[in-house]
């Protein structure tokens, strides 16, 4: 599908709306009408997601995904591997991506995973999709996307996994979903045993209804499914295709970590999120600072941080720096380094909102090293809520 007349002069409406016409990413007409697509033709909301998302891009460079090296090499691709395979056919321009689900050892990964190391992979295969489906419909002039299929083969029914489906599943399929909405076209489910209509049933509250209708559930094997889909020229060899690459298979099980070690290898402070509210660390910080965050929850909240040049509790005036999004509940002390890109205010924000009644709590804490390599806790300016 390409954008109409009428599509057409919605896009250059939005792009106007956001001062985005010698933006890059804008000038490809494709990766706007995938906004405009996901929010119904609602300009108004297509134009606020689109300005945030290329927000984002600037700010952590989502353009450099692709190269980081460290991603590609970490040991976790291991276990939860996705291959980004390329062309469909010779008559379409579909990029197709394979996944064995149902080898992944979903309960490991979630009792011992560390949340921000997991999303930055997710990030960078999602833009290698976003790259190759600009290419392919630079190539051929026609909208391209992502034919994912996930193989359900070996996997078995327990209620950890509807809470893992519906809790970290979920939020990180979201998460990916608002800033690249539109990009997968179909979602083929192989393999899919007696009681995935169970599954579904609990997951499709939360999908985006633009991808509901994308979704195909079949019992047959990955080989016969997808091969009406994908050319056999197209296929590595164990998916019955003629090249000579294979797919990836999950390593399992998932390595196990020491929680108790990990929580008291730092200094957590306990913030209690009100329910229906926001808690507010300021902070002052230097371009150049390397800030070490540590970050541990139990039940699920949301997490954002943002950037000010003044001094100010004015959220709208705030420019958002990281991927901010719903943190599910999780048991592993989560930790990542961070170069302070800007001086100024930066503000963190655990928020609670969607809680009408019981409050939340938050254990987390923030260090920077000496010249002599010694840890030292940050304090924050102050602390308030909203």
Not at 38 to 49: I, L, Q, R, S
Not at 126 to 142: D, F, L, Y
Not at 155 to 180: A, E
Request: glycine letters at 4%; aromatic letters at 10%.
């Amino acid at each position: 599908m390409s954008p109409n007349p009428k599509e057409k002069e919605a896009i250059l409406r939005i792009i106007d709306s956001i001062d985005a016409r010698d933006d890059d990413y804008c000038a490809h007409e494709f990766n706007v009408y995938r906004w405009l697509v996901a929010y119904g033709n609602d300009e108004e909301e297509a134009a606020k997601a689109l300005k945030r998302h290329l927000n984002i891009r600037k700010t952590i460079d989502l353009n450099s995904f692709v190269d980081k090296v460290e991603l590609e090499e970490d040991e976790l691709n291991k276990y939860v591997p996705i291959d980004v395979i390329g062309q469909n056919h010779p008559d379409d321009n579909k990029v197709l991506m394979f996944e064995r689900t149902g080898k992944i050892d979903i309960s490991g990964l979630v009792d011992n995973v560390l949340m921000h190391k997991f999303m930055q992979i997710k990030l960078k295969m999602m833009e290698s999709v976003h790259q190759k489906v600009v290419a392919a419909e630079r190539k051929t002039g026609r909208q391209s996307g992502g034919l994912f299929v996930m193989d359900l083969d070996g996997i078995s029914f327990s209620p950890k996994l509807i809470s893992v489906l519906t809790g970290p599943y979920r939020i990180m399929w979201g998460t990916l979903f608002d800033h690249y909405p539109q990009l997968l076209q179909k979602i083929i489910i192989v393999n899919a045993p007696s009681f995935v209509n169970v599954l579904h049933q609990a997951c499709s509250p939360f999908l985006p209804d633009d991808y509901k209708e994308k979704i195909i559930i079949t019992s047959e094997s990955a080989i016969d499914a997808i091969q009406k889909h994908v050319d056999k020229s197209f296929l590595p060899s164990d998916l019955g295709g003629e090249l000579p690459r294979k797919t990836s298979l999950p390593s399992a099980p998932f390595p196990k970590t020491n929680k108790k070690e990990e929580k008291e290898k730092v200094d957590l402070v306990a913030i209690s999120v009100p329910a229906g509210k926001y808690v507010i660390q300021k902070f002052e910080w230097k371009k150049g600072n390397e800030i070490e965050f540590f970050l541990n929850n139990e039940s699920s909240f949301h997490y954002f941080m943002f950037h000010s040049e003044d001094d100010t509790r004015d959220m709208e005036t705030w420019r958002e720096m990281t991927v901010g999004c719903e943190r599910p509940a999780l048991s592993q002390v989560d930790s990542w380094k961070y170069t302070v890109p800007l001086d100024g205010y930066y503000f963190i924000r655990y928020g609670n909102h969607n809680s009408w009644y019981f409050s939340t709590t938050v254990n987390t804490n923030h260090f920077i090293y000496n010249e002599n390599g010694e840890r030292i806790a940050l304090t924050p300016i102050e602390t308030f809520n909203i």
